[in-house]
């Protein structure tokens, strides 16, 4: 498992980059969240969620709500001060998230969002306060990660990269970035 610094000279945010892709995880998921061509085909693929969860029927408001969301989430993530503050946007997945105190499950969303709840998710392994790997994250359409399959395939995703590190020793920012280092 590889991982690349998302901004240079911090080591607070960090992303998995598979070898068979082109970038990694939380650049492939901004291109994809402002590419109105995949969102479109992907709310055409899942209008009954989007229409049943969020009671939205038109495709094009879907897409320009999508737009806007994912710009202010790429803000929120990347623009200071806002990455000095990761612990204020990133939240445990679940419960059991919530009692652990070294490689956590978190989501993050833009939590102020208006007029309907957001439903991009940036998923991530958290470290230590403020350091988080981005390890992928989905368009959530329905209460569950489980009742689909792209966000049930998030969900293995940071299980396998929580196992990884966990299997690497690794504990803390120190030694996530030995290992990367290796």
């Not at 992303?15 to 085909?41: P, S």
């Not at 693929?45 to 989007?50: G, P």
């Not at 009671?55 to 623009?79: P, S």
Request: hydrophobic residues 40%.
């Amino acid at each position: 498992m590889k991982f690349v610094r998302i901004i240079d000279g911090y080591d607070h945010l960090w992303a998995v980059k598979a070898q068979d892709k082109d970038a990694d995880e939380l650049t492939i998921l901004f291109r994809n969240w402002t590419n109105g061509e995949y969102l479109f085909d992907f709310f055409i693929e899942h209008f009954a969620d989007l229409k049943d969860f969020f009671h939205i029927e038109r495709l094009d408001q879907a897409v320009n709500d999508t737009f806007e969301d994912a710009e202010a989430l790429q803000e929120l993530v990347l623009d200071f001060p806002y990455t000095e503050k990761l612990d204020e946007l990133f939240k445990p997945l679940d419960i059991t998230d919530t009692k652990a105190f070294e490689l956590s499950r978190q989501k993050a969303r833009n939590w102020n969002r208006e007029r309907h709840a957001s439903w991009l998710r940036i998923y991530a392994i958290r470290l230590e306060p403020n350091v988080y790997v981005v390890t992928g994250g989905a368009i959530k359409l329905t209460r569950t990660m489980q009742e689909r399959e792209h966000t049930a395939l998030e969900l293995q995703k940071l299980n396998r990269c929580k196992d990884f590190l966990k299997a690497n020793g690794v504990f803390d920012q120190d030694s996530f970035v030995e290992l990367t280092h290796e």
